[in-house]
């Protein structure tokens, strides 16, 4: 027999997973049988897609609407799931805007940390994982947006903070900096999602730009027993860019 990951109907909070990465990451989560909250800004209609995608695949998704950048609205939520299930297994800090300096920070910084620590001492009963979801350009000085690396840093740096502060509750604390990966935001900039990737094809070392589903997959490694000894880790998930592009 090869190897497995079943959660088990693990619950797992994932935040802005009503598209992009973060669908993605609720549908490779559905697959391998955890039980998926999203928690996003936008309408529930807005997720259909995603809520059918992970139904096709695994336990159906519970979707909440929730600004994770507002302390008291986290803390409800959070707590409703807890009711709801018994237990919070996983959070995967995803969602993250590039926006003003203020707006930026809101969510890409202080959410991080009200989701965390509004989920601490669920996961603390159980040997819970985080994962954050910081950005490569943190490193390489790119994108060209300096509030959205400021504060993608925050994450970075929240994410070391969390994994030493939660490690003596057993809690492990990872994070992954994407980069380059198809998105909305790539098709806009380039016109089609063809001409993303011929850009893309000549410049990246594998000859090829990421998926959503390929940081699904990372995230998945890391919430996984198959990580059991990494805390405090980075991941870069960027096709070797940033080591040998
Ligand atoms: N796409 C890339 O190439 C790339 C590269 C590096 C890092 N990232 C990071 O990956 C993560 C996901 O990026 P994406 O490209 O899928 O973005 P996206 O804009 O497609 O999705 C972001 C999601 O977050 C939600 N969201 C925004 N503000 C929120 C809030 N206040 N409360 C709850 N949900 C909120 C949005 O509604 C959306 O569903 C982000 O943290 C981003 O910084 C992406």
């Known amino acids: ?3 497995e990951i079943d959660f088990n109907k693990e619950v797992v909070i994932i935040t802005g997973a009503a598209m992009g990465i973060g669908a993605a990451m609720a549908r490779v989560f559905a697959k391998a049988n955890a039980q998926v909250v999203i928690f996003d800004v ?20 519970l979707y909440l609407k929730v600004d994770i950048s507002d302390e008291e609205a986290v803390k409800t939520n959070v707590k409703a799931v807890a009711d709801k299930y018994g237990h919070i297994d996983m959070l995967i800090n995803n ?15 202080k959410g991080t940390y009200y989701m965390s620590e509004a989920c601490r001492e669920y996961l603390a009963k159980v040997g819970g994982r985080v994962v954050v979801v910081t950005s ?16 993608k840093a925050g994450s970075y740096a929240l994410g070391m903070f969390l994994a030493k502060n939660y490690a003596k ?5 990872n994070t992954i900096a994407p980069a380059v990966i198809m998105s909305k935001m790539m098709v806009d900039r ?4 063809e001409a993303v990737r011929e850009h893309y094809r000549s410049i ?4 090829k730009m990421g998926e959503a589903e390929d940081i699904g997959n990372v995230a998945l490694f890391l ?23």
């Not at 027993?225 to 080591?243: E, N, P």
């Open 169 to 173: 509750e057993g809690i492990r604390v």
């Open 95 to 109: 969602a993250g805007i590039n926006k003003d300096w203020d707006l930026s920070f809101a969510v890409n910084v």
């Open 223 to 245: 919430c996984s027993h198959m990580s059991d000894y990494l805390t405090g880790q980075l991941i870069y998930a960027d096709g070797g860019r940033s080591a040998i592009g």
């Open 190 to 193: 380039f016109g089609s999602e």
């Open 136 to 151: 490569a350009s943190v490193f390489s000085g790119g994108t060209g947006f300096p509030a959205y690396n400021s504060t």
């Open 1 to 3: 027999m090869g190897y």
């Open 42 to 61: 936008v309408d529930e209609e807005t997720a259909k897609e995603t809520i059918a995608a992970c139904k096709e695949v695994g336990p159906e998704p």
């Open 204 to 207: 990246m070392p594998l000859g």
